[in-house]
């Protein structure tokens, strides 16, 4: 990275929708439309502010985060690869929505190097709303993105002045401006319009990145379970094509007995299974089950966060459990 800190710093926005661009129409209306502000308009009011930054904004989409796709994914990945290339940018600033800001965090640490900053920003309240989020989590993530010391720390998501590392972030709240929480870490950073305070040292200095990007996502449903369920649950899953599954368990990624013995059954016939749980905060470790039924255990993975890591790990032909859990017991 070739910003000193407190330097002024060169940071590309790229622009998605979400909330953060939405707006109401009026200040106390609880429904809003996403992605109705301009990235332009977002750099016009944060360039008033006076940050130590210059500013340059891409629109890449207009779309609430619900309705992100594999297509979109890949743009943003090759806007952000080219970033990381370019002597000219020092830092990538993603505005998201939050309903999926946790995938694309995860996909882009699994796919990119680490030599500059990848920051996610989104809000929970439009730009119109009484209290409104959006500029204050904006003017964070570039402060965020123009430190010299936010490389080698993957990629990573700022919202209600909080820094969260991609692997750890989780939306956990659907609604309330503190809607995001890390697990196992929490907060790596303080951040605010005025202060960064880091909470530790990088970790993954000039890491490459660790997959290739998916030309293809492969077919990977995930499994809530619920009391009562039946083995058709798991069936429907099993179309032609599907090349893993991904158990919501309860508890530490507990299903009913049948459900367990048809899941191993599907792992018999190479369909890998990764065990998750549908609670909100907690590991989910290895039992000596695993061995014999061929699973794998998500360990701090929650269920979303398990199928993006999967779907790329099947992608680049990894298909070898041993091999899928050690990348889940990284950190």
Known sequence: ?????????????????????????????????????????????????????????????????????PDLWSTLYSACAEAMDDPQVDGVVITHGTDTAEETALLLDLTLPTNKPIVLVGAMRP????????????VNAIRVAADGDASGRGVLLVMSDRVISARDARKARTSGTDAFRG???????????????????????????????????PTVPILYAYAGMQT???DCLMQDGTKGIVLAGFGEGNAPGIIRRRLAEAAES?????????????????????????????????????????QVMLASGINDPALIQQAFDRR
């Open 1 to 69: 990275m070739n910003n000193p800190k407190n330097s002024s710093a060169n940071i590309l926005i790229l622009a998605t929708g979400g909330t953060i661009a939405g707006t109401a129409g009026a200040a106390l209306k609880r429904d809003y439309r996403p992605g109705q502000i301009g990235i332009d308009a977002f750099i016009q009011q944060a360039d008033a502010l006076g940050l130590k930054a210059r500013l340059t904004g891409r629109e890449v989409a207009a779309i609430g985060s619900e309705d992100m796709h």
């Open 127 to 138: 730009a119109d709303a009484v209290g409104s989020d959006g500029m204050r989590n904006f």
């Open 183 to 217: 697990f196992p870490r929490d907060s790596i950073a303080s951040v605010t319009p005025s202060s960064l305070d880091w909470f530790g040292d990088p970790w993954a200095t000039d890491r490459p990145a660790r997959f290739a990007f998916p030309d293809k996502f």
């Open 232 to 234: 058709d649950a798991v």
């Open 270 to 310: 190479e369909i890998v299974v990764v065990r998750a749980s549908r609670v909100d905060e907690g590991l989910v470790d290895r039992e000596s089950e695993d061995d014999e039924s061929g699973f794998i255990a998500a360990r701090g993975l929650n269920p979303v966060k398990a199928r993006i890591l999967l």
